[in-house]
């Protein structure tokens, strides 16, 4: 704004001094002219009684002599190519001035009948005319521009002064004004802001940000930003509490329904153990009672792994003790040992045991379930290293195997739910697909990560807890 007033100020400023100049150049020709006229008519009146062409008489009076001529008219008289007369007269000091050679020089040979402007070494800028008299003399008027020079000076300085301060002035207000203008748009974008930072993505939202009625004026452009941002963020909040809810009841109901399958499913397995036990069951009969049963506690677990998941989902307050996490891991290894005997089990502890703050029960079910993994899907003889380290804040468990590796396509999604490499769903391998799904929820559930890296001949898992979450 500020330059396009500028760019304004100057076009005015320039159109105004072009035309001022003409128009007042062209009084001073008028003046000139006048001047002219009057010295014409004196050298007329002094001259009568010599010839044409003849040098003026001596006692003829110089041309400075003519009455109302003004201060520092240049006076000239040229016969034939003769200068005769070339003098001015300062009428501050009454004394007349005669012009040198040098200045004379400039003079000569200007045109006759019209103004033109000279720069007359000593004296500055002059405006003169040439004009031949009755008796065929040239008399040349000049009057110097310097006046005029000094009101066009003026008018640019104030011309100037002007523009700068309208602009300083309009900057300052504009400035102002704008500032003025888009504070409610302000007030706008911070509640934007605000709600950018609530965690929208899970659990119960409450979204009770809005922008403040003073800024939802549908009369004023900021207003109806606002007033539609209202209306956005309430549809969004209606649209999360029925995200929620809906949530909330397919998580009710996989806790539900994981809860009542426990029971029958563990008469089932009672059932089949009771008829398998009976001595003279023929041995098909025996088998299928065998397999009711592996079957039984493949669901069981399964089972017992999908409420897991629901209670962790539906955020459930972990317990928060000190875990110390040196034991909990010598403990799984312990237990590892003895269900895969045919695997290499190494631990690596630090010096220190490591203690970290949350859930005992989860942290070994994570562990267990790395463990597991790493005994399941590998052939025996593999070798499993389990380390635990210990940096500032941070524990960091990790369990390498040199076993196999995890198929690449498989790799991104290992810790979805139901994602498992077995892709030929043989029951009798016994996964599930939750092993990996339930560790990260409860690494997150602690405020950590889980992350995996695997090649053929090394898969490893980093678990990463911080000792104190939520510090
Ligand atoms: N150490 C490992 N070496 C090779 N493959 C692995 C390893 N750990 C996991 N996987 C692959 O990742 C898949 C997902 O593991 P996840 O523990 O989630 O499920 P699962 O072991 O198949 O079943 P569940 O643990 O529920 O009994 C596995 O099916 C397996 O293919
Ligand atoms: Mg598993």
Redesign the pocket.
């Known amino acids: 704004m500020v330059c396009l007033l500028a760019a304004a100020c100057i076009a005015v400023s320039a159109t105004t001094f072009t035309v001022m100049h003409h128009l007042q150049i062209t009084q001073f020709d008028q003046e000139l002219k006048t001047t002219s006229t009057r010295v014409l008519h004196f050298d007329r009146t002094a001259g009568e009684n010599r010839a044409p062409g003849s040098p003026p008489v001596s006692n003829n009076p110089p041309l400075t002599n003519a009455p109302g001529v003004p201060a520092q008219t240049v006076l000239i008289r040229i016969i034939g190519s003769q200068v005769m007369d070339a003098g001015l007269r300062d009428w501050a000091t009454g004394a007349r001035q005669y012009l040198s050679a040098q200045q004379v020089a400039v003079l000569r040979g200007l045109p006759l009948g019209y103004p033109v402007t000279r720069d007359i070494p000593g004296l500055g800028d002059y405006r003169l005319i040439a004009v031949k008299a009755l008796d065929g003399d040239v008399i040349i008027t000049g009057l110097p521009l310097a006046p005029l020079h000094a009101a066009q000076y003026h008018l640019v300085a104030v011309e100037t002064g002007v523009t700068v301060a309208t602009l300083i002035l309009t900057a300052l207000l504009g400035a102002l004004t704008i500032r003025r203008t888009l504070r409610p748009l302000e007030r706008i974008a911070a509640t934007a802001r605000r709600v950018a930072e609530l965690p929208l993505h899970r659990g119960e939202v409450a979204l009770p940000v809005r922008v403040p009625e003073v800024d939802v004026d549908p009369r004023t452009e900021v207003g109806q930003v606002g007033a539609a941002l209202n209306r956005m963020l309430g549809h969004v909040a209606d649209a999360l509490a029925v995200r929620q809810a809906g949530e909330t009841r397919l998580r009710q109901f996989s806790a539900d329904a994981s809860h009542e399958l426990r029971t029958p499913l563990a008469a089932i397995r009672g059932y089949a153990e009771l008829t398998r036990r009976v001595s003279d069951l023929p041995p098909d009969v025996a088998h299928a009672m065998r397999r009711v049963e592996s079957e039984t506690e493949r669901m069981t677990?399964l089972v017992d792994?999908l409420l897991r998941l629901a209670r962790m989902d539906s955020d459930r307050p972990l317990a928060n003790e000190p875990v110390d996490l040196s034991w909990l891991v010598i403990d799984a290894i312990t237990d590892a040992r003895i269900a895969g005997p045919d695997h290499r089990w190494r631990l690596d502890l630090p010096e220190e045991s490591v203690t970290v703050t949350g859930d005992e029960a989860s942290l070994h079910q994570a562990v267990a379930?790395l463990l597991?993994?790493?005994r399941?899907?590998?052939p025996p003889g593999t070798t499993v290293t389990t380390a635990l380290t210990m940096s500032g804040d941070q524990a960091t468990l990790s369990v390498v195997?040199d076993?196999?590796?995890?198929?690449a396509d498989?790799l991104p999604q290992?810790?979805s739910r139901f994602?498992?490499?077995?892709t030929s769903r043989r029951h009798s391998a016994?996964?599930?697909?939750?092993?990996?799904?339930i560790v990260k929820a409860i690494v997150e559930a602690h405020g950590g990560n889980i992350d995996v890296n695997?090649r053929v001949g090394q898969?490893a898992?980093i678990m990463r807890l911080p000792v104190r979450p939520g510090v």
């Open positions: 677990n792994d379930n597991t993994n790493a399941v899907h590998t195997d076993g196999p590796g995890i198929r498989l290992v810790f994602a498992r490499g077995d016994g996964t599930g697909g939750l092993g990996l799904a695997s898969t898992f």
